[in-house]
């Protein structure tokens, strides 16, 4: 056995299943879960056409093995979206990969870029994760050879990663940093100068940036997320280097089940990342690229589904801030709240676990269940900076999230 996969951690919702063995929840109330971060509006009806039609079509369909580098068809999509989005101009055959979903992107990238024999000492190399995090980051580190490092968010600046904080010995070491804007879980987008810190990082100790951005087209703001390449061409970067961008259809268009998005950036990493991929097998099926090309075009979707979440958002979040500390983010589909102090802990520390005894009590007396931040963030540099939060996936219909919100409340004052 690869004795890596040791160092893998249990999933947040196993950990989550362990806390709530033995609660029994109230069987006055039906079952309302904000946990688990899945999209959950209906998948646009030209989306499942597509896909039926090109099933059926004698030069697609599932008769033949698909080309791991994409269709052109599917790769012109993705600049034309590119484009009209961000306003670059991207070279289809050589910036833009199609994959499976951007979770199978963010792992095997790590698995490209990692170098874990750099240092002659046997000294592992770092992969640098924001924290709290998508867990992803951290097992593609461990099974790339590489020991992550955790960069805690700042609460008090809008849940920025303190990217400061990481040691330049540290940064000695980093051959690849995660970032994730909009943030999952807080929501944050990277402003331009955020960006221009990691550039000159990147540059100075040679690292590779990966910036995921699936939740790029569900914002509350009025101006779209900055994106990685975006604002790197802002900056005159126009050769990406050593950047990559993931995006995603998942929660774009409602499709988590496609397994669809694509990466693109730096020409001289995605190379190696189609040849890494020819090996690993993972090519996209034509039908799903078909359908996702389709998805890619068109816009309108992608507008409905976002009024549907601000009017969600804007519903929610000052019922639940009527209880507790909670603020409309800049975008993603989560609220990142901070559980009241009466439920135990202090600030920043782990025992009693304020954010583990609000989600155990609010099931078992409310029946609604939300996720305790520390299950997403790791304890560094002394901390856990997901301890004393909660995440809150405002993925169900509205007149269910609200409702979800009022027991909170009433939760909450009775506590
Ligand atoms: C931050 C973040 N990145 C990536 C993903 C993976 O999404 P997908 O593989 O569906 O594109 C998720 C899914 O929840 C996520 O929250």
Redesign the pocket.
Known sequence: MNPLLQRLQPYPFERLRQLFAGVTPTPALRSISLGI??PRHPTPGFLKDRLCDAVQSPDGGLANYPATGGTPELKQACATWMERRYGLKLDPAKQILPVN????A?FALAQVVVNPRQFADGTEPVVVCPNPF?Q?YEGAAYLAGAQPWFAPSDPKRNFATDWDSVPAHIWERTQLLYT?SPG?PTGAVMPLDEWATLFELSDRYGFVIAS?E??SEIYFRDDAPLGGLEAAAQLGRHDYRNLIALT?L??RSNV?GL?S?FVAGDAQLIAPFLLYRTYHGSAMSTVVQSASAAAWLDEAHVVDNRAQYRAKFAEVTPILATAMKVALPDAGFYLWAEVPERFGGQDHTHTPERDTVFARELLAQYNVTVLPGSYLAREAQGYNPGANRVRMALVAEAAECAEAARRIVSFIQAS
Request: charged fraction near 30%; glycine fraction near 16%; aromatic fraction near 10%.
């Open positions: 971060g899945e979903g951007s979770r199978e963010l998508y992803i994730c999952n995921d699936c939740y995603s998942s929660k988590p397994r998005g």
